[in-house]
């Protein structure tokens, strides 16, 4: 969440979990607390019936304090959601020089034989994940783009800070999956010829920074991913092909599951959403000066 002034009024930003950042303005503020709508959404997909949220936040040493009212159009909803937060640091006020930074030994995430190390994120969603054949894969009946689904995600027991990762990962034509850089910044799974392209498109850190080509290969052929995450700025190579630069990452992106920058977080593969293989998975966390 963020708040800033635009004619004289608040402007908000705020995201839960998949659902978009706004900006939605203030309909109220007053004594410390802003009030405001977010967008309302379908209880159910061609549900003729829409779930209204009301936002009421405000900060009580130095912590935000709010609380986020649901109804249903129809009456059948009536729900109350309690939330706090922390303000983060701010971004630094230059990029990392990564000519100086050193890298630790690269660590195997994935040992081709079994998910040691890695467990689902959700335990009441159904595990799709297997290892088959040195390949870490995601089976699931899911074909088309919708942001969640009944199959679970998976994550690392561990957690990391800064850190190079590669990942080689297979998407067939017309699906999607997504890593999380620390639990926080997907960078996007589509083959090249995806419906989502530019800031959704390959190479993106979703909704977040669009890369400067689009570098990906067509879908159902194997495809390279080497990401560096130094003081909260992406450096994004696909396939060989540098598509983004060292660039800041403002905020987590959707479907995030960490959402402080200061701390460590997993890595995080979607797979509620299509089918998707994983290979070659190795990290190398930073261990020197920045």
């Given at each position: 969440?963020?708040?800033?002034?635009?004619?004289g009024?608040?402007?908000?930003r705020?995201?839960?979990?998949?659902?978009?950042?706004g900006?939605?303005?203030?309909?109220?503020?007053?004594?410390?607390?802003?009030?405001?709508?977010?967008?309302?959404?379908?209880?159910?997909?061609?549900?003729?019936?829409?779930?209204?949220?009301?936002?009421?936040?405000?900060?009580?040493?130095?912590?935000?304090?709010?609380?986020?009212?649901?109804?249903?159009?129809?009456?059948?909803?009536?729900?109350?959601?309690?939330?706090?937060?922390?303000?983060?640091?701010?971004?630094?006020?230059?990029?990392?020089?990564?000519?100086?930074?050193?890298?630790?030994?690269?660590?195997?995430?994935?040992?081709?034989?079994?998910?040691?190390?890695?467990?689902?994120?959700?335990?009441?969603?159904?595990?799709?994940?297997?290892?088959?054949?040195?390949?870490?894969?995601?089976t699931t009946?899911?074909?088309?783009?919708?942001?969640?689904?009944?199959?679970?995600?998976?994550?690392?027991?561990?957690?990391?800070?800064?850190?190079?990762?590669?990942?080689?990962?297979?998407?067939e034509?017309?699906?999607?999956?997504?890593?999380?850089?620390?639990?926080?910044?997907?960078?996007?799974?589509?083959?090249?010829?995806?419906?989502?392209?530019?800031?959704?498109?390959?190479?993106?850190?979703?909704?977040?920074?669009?890369?400067?080509?689009?570098?990906?290969?067509?879908?159902?052929?194997?495809?390279?991913?080497?990401?560096?995450?130094?003081?909260?700025?992406?450096?994004?190579?696909?396939?060989?092909?540098?598509?983004?630069?060292?660039?800041?990452?403002?905020?987590?992106?959707?479907?995030?599951?960490?959402?402080?920058?200061?701390?460590?977080?997993?890595?995080?593969?979607?797979?509620?959403?299509?089918?998707?293989?994983?290979?070659?998975?190795?990290?190398?966390?930073?261990?020197?000066?920045?």
């Amino acid at each position: 969440m963020s708040v800033a002034e635009q004619d004289g009024s608040p402007l908000v930003r705020m995201r839960v979990y998949i659902g978009p950042d706004g900006p939605y303005s203030a309909t109220e503020a007053a004594n410390g607390r802003l009030k405001f709508q977010l967008r309302r959404h379908r209880a159910a997909q061609g549900s003729d019936v829409f779930i209204e949220s009301a936002v009421d936040v405000g900060i009580a040493n130095g912590k935000l304090h709010g609380v986020i009212t649901r109804t249903a159009t129809d009456g059948s909803v009536n729900e109350r959601t309690r939330f706090t937060g922390k303000r983060i640091p701010p971004m630094p006020q230059s990029p990392p020089n990564l000519s100086k930074v050193r890298f630790g030994l690269p660590i195997l995430l994935f040992n081709g034989k079994d998910l040691s190390g890695w467990r689902p994120h959700e335990s009441d969603k159904i595990n799709g994940w297997s290892a088959q054949d040195g390949t870490l894969v995601n089976t699931t009946p899911k074909t088309d783009f919708s942001a969640t689904g009944d199959h679970a995600n998976l994550r690392t027991e561990a957690e990391f800070e800064d850190f190079w990762f590669h990942v080689e990962f297979l998407i067939e034509e017309n699906r999607n999956s997504g890593i999380y850089l620390s639990g926080m910044y997907e960078a996007q799974v589509v083959d090249r010829d995806s419906r989502m392209q530019g800031i959704q498109g390959p190479g993106a850190i979703f909704g977040r920074i669009a890369p400067s080509t689009n570098a990906g290969k067509p879908g159902g052929q194997w495809q390279t991913y080497d990401l560096t995450l130094v003081d909260r700025h992406v450096t994004v190579v696909l396939n060989g092909v540098k598509v983004i630069n060292n660039q800041p990452i403002a905020g987590p992106t959707a479907g995030a599951i960490y959402t402080d920058p200061s701390a460590p977080g997993p890595i995080y593969l979607q797979g509620d959403h299509t089918a998707v293989k994983y290979k070659n998975i190795y990290l190398a966390p930073v261990v020197g000066a920045r």
